[in-house]
């Protein structure tokens, strides 16, 4: 099970979130509590819990671990209970092998890395009008920013 977020501003909470997410999620999977009394063990799928960051934090690292037992009131460090955060960092010139490897992620990093520059001298929307005419004018998410303009641009 995969699950995968999108943060622009850190948030230590993310692992909390992240757990209350797959617990939705299984929920579903089980279908009926009544599965939980009986003998047999019910399996699950592996949980994956990744967040894509490209907040203006510059002390977020390539990959991040956020642990959930950070918030326990009295740390515990046996590990018997933890959930995991991995936060990714895709903003512009971070994760280069993942950015190579995929392309749309980089254009879209590259993207916001444009509205981030803009948004220094002009207003929001200003910025983003400025990086939408840029980015199409150098092939970035050249399709979708055509075909999707006006809703990028509101």
């Known amino acids: 099970m995969n699950l995968y977020e999108h943060q622009s501003t ?5 692992p909390l979130r992240g757990m209350l997410y797959a617990v939705d999620v299984y929920r ?3 279908g009926s509590i009544e599965k939980l009394y009986k003998r047999k063990l019910v ?3 592996n949980p994956k819990y990744v967040v894509f960051y490209n907040g203006d934090d510059n002390n977020i690292e ?3 671990s956020l642990r959930l037992s ?3 009131e009295e740390q515990d460090k046996s590990g018997d209970y933890e959930w995991t955060a991995t936060v990714i960092n895709i903003n ?3 994760n280069k092998q993942l950015m190579d490897a995929c392309p749309i992620l980089k254009q879209y990093s ?4 444009k509205i981030k520059k803009y948004s ?3 207003d929001i929307k200003e910025a983003v009008d400025i990086a939408v005419e840029e980015a199409i004018e150098e092939d970035i998410l050249k399709d979708f920013l055509t075909s999707h303009k006006q809703e990028v641009k509101t």
């Open 92 to 94: 512009s010139g971070y």
């Open 10 to 14: 850190y948030n230590p909470n993310m």
């Open 62 to 64: 390539d990959v991040t």
């Open 120 to 122: 220094k001298k002009y």
């Open 28 to 30: 579903k999977y089980i």
């Open 70 to 72: 950070d918030a326990f």
């Open 43 to 45: 399996k699950l799928p």
């Open 110 to 113: 590259d993207f916001i890395g």
